[in-house]
């Protein structure tokens, strides 16, 4: 079947596209009553609220779906502000053409992300508009986390120690390559985190900032890192981790991983005492096995690499627009 | 290991004081990115050259574009890079802002796709460039005639390498030079091999990645510190003796040298490409264009010939910026104030 106007026109085919696609993969208590806004328990900690917009072309890639990237973008962003994600919002809006076969794996995908997760998603909307066969998705999640927590982007303290989680840029090469029609072995790195850091916050270890190294890449992200503490950080560029294929690509194409963006990493800062304990755990979750300590944050302003030839060198946010719809 | 002795060498270099050379942009950014130039003791002064094809471009092409830009029926189609370059009143993007018609492209061919379909607008192309883009010009203008796109033109600024180092060359004021490893892939070493021997010069042609970068800027050093004249081709991989042939060819049926004004040192005989009488129709009127009014107190003239460097102008990051550019080697990703602007700052 094609997704038709008639779909996102609020009537009997509008009911029975939710019943049929989303509510059928998205069931829960609370989604089930179909009331006009999701009643939810009472939360024990502070409330957690955020919300992303996704748009990736193509929709399916190896590593995964716009889907998945949906629920792991929004899990993944109340996972770096050290909450635990529970409720999520989906809202779609397709473009006519649109088979109703890919719309069902695109919510079988976000299903199960969501089970992976631990969370619900507990309300939605669906429009339509005219198009060529496409979709857009929106989710917005809530979470809790402990009134004590205080990570943040503006928490990196001189003398952390900059973890990254896994190997740079594999997201943005993957997405790349499928619009260039190229044949790789590369997959997306697509993933939700929040279990992750939750065995790192029940290790008992004081983390100071999480972000996940999204759209602009790390050099983007340790920016406004930087910038929000008011302190340096140092990267040594013989740590970061880069996958021989991204490394390829990129010497092909002249892109700088530092620049390319995951969906399935994070830089998290932590004393440095700490750090070796941080790792350990780290690795013994499913994402974190590539964890590595890549650096450090000192007094001053700036990002900076320490090459391997032993000189640093300024590293740069991304300028310009980069790859467009990569999530 | 190797890497890091190599790397040892010009930490540590003890030598006659050097005024090196780098006269592509894109070794500029390179030398920044390996971190190579942050190595560089003070005994080695490395400054850019002529080698941003934006920042050599005289303002009177910038002012034809911006004519053309409110000519009604015309629609003028450059790279991103282009469209902020002051001209001697205004830039392209600010053209735009006032109803001008301007706009990018991310590839020229694909213009002649959308001249086909507006076939009421002639498409301006604003041909820039060195020899690395002159061949990608060439074939697109040569389809463009195959195919009978009428309402495509093109206003060239195109310009060749080896005169403006022959240029600066005679004026004996640089050690020794990192050439332009893109641009000999074009030409082939020969033409530098010619420059290093008429002028007594260092040459060296390198790479862009970090252990090709080092082991040309090692052999630059140590070759000019020794006053040892010659080419030495440290990018064999891809620089043949004599080039890529079948660029060659496209670039000689399509254009024939003349003279041009580049930004700095003025005219230059023989440096510029221009469309053959065979293709005139397709120029906008790109011969000619010569007079180049740089704004008061703007030192880019200087700075592409590495008389001064960045930080002596007095625009600099103050009312000069990548954001509000006053000088063009402020505008291009590949222009030697950007770069520095953005890139300096070491421990």
């Not at chain 1, 976000?110 to 619900?120: D, H, L, N, R, S």
């Not at chain 2, 290093?196 to 970068?213: D, K, N, R, W």
Request: glycine share 10%.
């Amino acid at each position: 079947m094609k997704i038709a106007l008639r779909h996102g026109a609020g009537g009997e085919e509008t009911s029975k596209l939710i019943h049929d696609i989303f509510a059928a993969h998205f069931q829960n208590e609370i989604l089930n009553k179909m009331e006009d806004a999701a009643v939810l328990p009472e939360f024990k900690g502070i409330p957690v609220f955020t919300s992303d917009s996704f748009v990736v072309e193509p929709l399916f890639f190896p590593g995964g779906d716009i889907g998945k990237l949906s629920v792991c973008g929004t899990v993944n962003d109340l996972a770096c502000m050290g909450a635990k994600p529970l409720y999520l919002t989906a809202s779609f809006i397709l473009e006519t053409g649109m088979d109703s076969e890919t719309l069902e794996k695109v919510a079988a995908s976000m299903a199960a992300t969501a089970e992976e997760a631990g969370v619900k998603i507990v309300a939605g909307d669906t429009k339509v508009v005219e198009g060529n066969g496409g979709v857009y998705i929106n989710t917005a999640g809530i979470g809790v986390r402990p009134a004590a927590c205080s990570i943040s982007a503006a928490n990196l303290k001189p003398g952390d120690a900059i973890i990254l989680t896994g190997t740079l840029g594999d997201h943005h090469a993957t997405i790349l390559t499928q619009r260039l029609q190229m044949e790789t072995s590369l997959q997306s790195d697509c993933a939700p985190l929040n279990n992750m850091v939750q065995a790192v916050l029940d290790a008992g270890i004081d983390i100071h900032t999480i972000r996940d190294i999204t759209r602009g890449g790390l050099a983007t992200v340790a920016a406004e890192l930087a910038e929000a503490s008011g302190c340096r950080i140092n990267l040594e560029e013989e740590k970061l981790p880069v996958s021989v294929a991204v490394q390829g690509l990129s010497g092909i194409l002249g892109l700088d991983p530092l620049t390319m963006g995951n969906e399935g990493k994070m830089l998290l800062a932590v004393p440095k005492d700490e750090a070796e304990k941080a790792l350990a755990v780290l690795k013994k979750t499913k994402y974190g096995k590539h964890a590595v300590i890549a650096g450090e944050v000192v007094e001053g302003t700036g990002v900076f690499l320490l090459t391997v030839l032993g000189s640093y060198r300024k590293v740069l946010p991304l300028r310009g627009e980069g790859l467009p719809r990569i999530c | 290991m190797r890497e890091k002795e190599l790397a040892a060498f010009l930490q540590n270099y003890k030598g006659r004081p050097l005024k090196l050379m780098e006269v592509c942009g894109t070794h500029t950014s390179a030398l920044y990115r390996t971190g190579l130039r942050q190595l560089l003791p003070e005994t080695v002064t490395l400054v850019s050259g002529p080698g941003c094809p934006v920042c050599v471009t005289p303002t009177s092409y910038i002012d034809k574009l911006v004519e053309y830009a409110f000519t009604p029926g015309c629609r003028v189609m450059t790279f991103g890079d282009m469209l902020a370059v002051p001209g001697s009143k205004m830039s392209l993007a600010e053209a735009r802002d006032q109803g001008g018609a301007a706009d990018f492209f991310y590839a020229p061919e694909d213009v002649l796709e959308k001249a086909k379909t507006h076939s009421d607008t002639t498409f301006i192309l604003a041909a820039v460039g060195f020899e690395t883009t002159a061949p990608v010009w060439a074939t697109v203008i040569k389809t463009a005639a195959d195919r009978q796109i009428k309402n495509v033109k093109f206003l060239t600024a195109l310009k060749t390498m080896p005169q403006a180092l022959a240029f600066l060359c005679s004026r004996g004021k640089i050690d020794g030079f990192l050439c332009p490893g893109h641009v000999a892939v074009i030409t082939g070493s020969e033409p530098f091999e010619q420059l290093a021997e008429t002028y007594s010069e260092t040459m060296v042609i390198g790479g862009f990645s970090q252990p090709l970068l080092l082991r040309a800027m090692v052999r630059l050093v140590l070759e000019s510190s020794r006053e040892q004249a010659g080419l030495w081709n440290e990018y064999p991989s891809v620089v043949k003796r004599s080039g890529n042939p079948a660029a060659q060819k496209i670039v000689d049926e399509i254009f024939e040298a003349g003279d041009a004004v580049w930004r700095g040192t003025g005219r230059l005989p023989g440096s510029g490409l221009y469309i053959k009488e065979k293709y005139k129709s397709f120029d906008a009127g790109s011969r000619g264009l010569n007079e180049d009014r740089i704004p008061p107190g703007c030192l880019c003239s200087r700075i592409v010939l590495g008389d001064a460097l960045p930080a002596q102008c007095p625009h600099f990051g103050k009312r000069c910026t990548p954001e509000h550019p006053v000088g063009a080697c402020m505008v291009s990703s590949e222009g030697t104030c950007c770069i520095t602007l953005r890139e300096s700052g070491t421990k």
